[in-house]
């Protein structure tokens, strides 16, 4: 008797893990909210000592600003500007002034209206991995990135519905740089109809960013945003001419953008942690108010990208307490400016998809979701510290993204939930297997893993003895095998091909930062 019953529990085992490997359409696209009170690391009093310590960077040593607009704008509103030398001095009356311009909360809609994203509150938004220049695999070593594998990862996320933003992720080595954003667009609206990204550095690439999103949506572009776009400070206290382009264009057409200064304490600012954040709300609000500047009411993003220098090699630090310690207060600050806020989620120094990678990722991302991160950037995939995009470090983040999701749905607490009369059915030294509750339950009731294996060992070596990476690898192939691209009017599909051949032929050779 025990015998067979070991049988049939190791046949359903076996049935099951054959399951991980079908397509997530169990899983639906839905907009995530966080029910939880953020956590409130620090009292409100160091809060007010790190803004009154970033104004005094702002008034008394000021930053530089790489761009003749920029200047004109700040001179305009009463900043002391040193034309020569690019620098200029924030009044914190001005500063404060302009900030509060911008919107707590905002929209950015999809090619899919189904698919549009909120943005601020309590609200998050998981984005993939972005500026990787390197890809990796089970099948292969690390190399550089292509097209090929960029359109593999816009599919993918597509395909993964815990994503809310499409994109690739990957900077392709095998595309010229001077035309790369017009592939990257052209693969993202016609592999995706997810909220797109933007390329946002120097002037060009902005604009025909926007001049392509303008083939999608036509003339219902002037709503609510439909381009999310990134720029980092230079830090320490400088914005150079490539990011002030971006952020000036993205601006003038009132689309999202995410300022996000890069600071490895120790090396961009002080080593102190409080010095490095008092620095990131410096530069952050400078820029926030630079594009408030330029157009009042501009939806911006307060970003954080605060994390130290392992002393030893000079290189970042990932998934570490300091970065922990970061993202947590630089929500604080976002909060209390009344803007959105933008973290990162799968953040490691691992060069491989191992327990390193697990843990590091897991100090990143578990402090983002609780500090109430609007924007999760990176939230899948990352590796060696942001050098490289893993296929199957993409399935395990998925993984995390997934239970997430179901972590903050909740549990309902009712009458039937309770089951009491379940209880009193079973009684004393039965089990509940059988019982009506559980039957119409246990197949919907439990968070169901995508990778993670829960069989026994005998059964999982008769499997393969697979382990989780492994398991990764067969799913993203399975994912890749199973993709089709979500439906495109062939007219705007031919307005995005033409105009991104046109430009590619007029680009040839330009340099796009200063042209």
């Known amino acids: 008797m025990a015998t067979a019953t070991n049988q049939r529990i190791g046949r359903r085992e076996r049935q099951r893990e054959r399951r991980l490997e079908l397509p997530l359409s169990k899983f639906k696209f839905r907009l995530l909210q966080n029910p939880l009170p953020p956590v409130e690391y620090l009292p409100p009093e160091q809060i007010e000592e790190l803004h009154e310590a970033s104004m005094q960077i702002l008034e008394d040593i000021g930053m530089d600003f790489y761009d003749a607009e920029a200047l004109a704008a700040l001179e305009k509103a009463g900043a002391r500007v ?301 590796l060696e510290n942001g050098l490289t995009v893993s296929y199957e470090k993409y399935i395990l983040d998925l993984e995390s993204l997934a239970m997430f999701h179901h972590f903050l749905e909740g549990f309902t607490i009712n009458k039937e939930t309770l089951a009491l009369d379940m209880i009193a059915e079973v009684g004393p030294g039965g089990h509940h297997f059988g019982t009506p509750h559980t039957q119409t339950r246990y197949q919907t009731e439990f968070y169901e893993p995508i990778v993670h294996s829960r069989i026994g060992y005998e059964n999982w070596v008769v499997n393969g003895a697979q382990d989780a990476v492994q398991r990764a690898n067969a799913i993203w192939k399975t994912l890749l095998a199973q993709y089709e691209p979500p439906y495109l009017d062939p007219g705007v599909e031919e307005g995005l091909r033409e105009y991104a051949q046109r430009r590619e032929r007029e680009l040839e050779g330009i340099d796009l930062y200063t042209g």
């Open 82 to 382: 040193d034309h020569k030398a690019q620098h200029a001095w924030l009044d914190r009356g001005l500063v404060m002034e302009t900030v509060a311009n911008a919107p707590d909360f905002f929209t950015v809609r999809a090619r899919n209206p189904a698919h549009h994203v909120k943005i601020g509150k309590n609200f998050i938004t998981f984005l993939p991995m972005g500026g990787m220049a390197y890809v990796s695999s089970l099948d292969m070593e690390r190399r550089t990135g292509t097209q090929a594998h960029t359109e593999n990862f816009i599919k993918l996320s597509q395909m993964c519905n815990m994503l809310h933003v499409g994109g690739g992720g990957l900077a392709a080595q095998d595309v010229h740089v001077s035309v790369r954003h017009l592939r990257q667009a052209y693969a993202v609206y016609t592999l995706t109809d997810k909220v797109a990204g933007g390329s946002s550095h120097g002037r060009v690439m902005p604009q025909d960013a926007i001049n392509m999103a303008k083939i999608v949506y036509g003339d219902d572009f002037d709503g609510d945003p439909v381009l999310f776009g990134n720029v980092n400070a230079s830090s320490p206290l400088r914005y150079d001419e490539r990011m002030l382009g971006g952020m000036i264009t993205f601006a003038h057409a009132k689309q999202a953008m995410i300022v996000t200064p890069f600071i490895l304490a120790g090396a961009m600012s002080p080593i102190s942690i409080a010095s490095a954040m008092a620095q990131q709300n410096a530069e952050a609000l400078a820029g926030i108010a630079l594009i408030q500047l330029i157009n009042p009411g501009a939806p911006v993003v307060y970003g954080g990208f605060t994390t130290n220098t392992d002393m030893k090699t000079g290189s970042p630090a990932f998934g570490t307490p300091e970065g922990a310690w970061a993202l947590l207060v630089g929500a604080q600050l976002a909060r209390r400016y009344h803007l959105p806020y933008r973290g990162s989620g799968s953040l490691c120094s691992s060069n491989v998809p191992d327990a390193q990678a697990a843990y590091e990722t897991m100090w990143t991302m578990w402090p983002a979701v609780m500090a109430h991160t609007n924007v999760v950037m990176h939230s899948l995939g990352w």
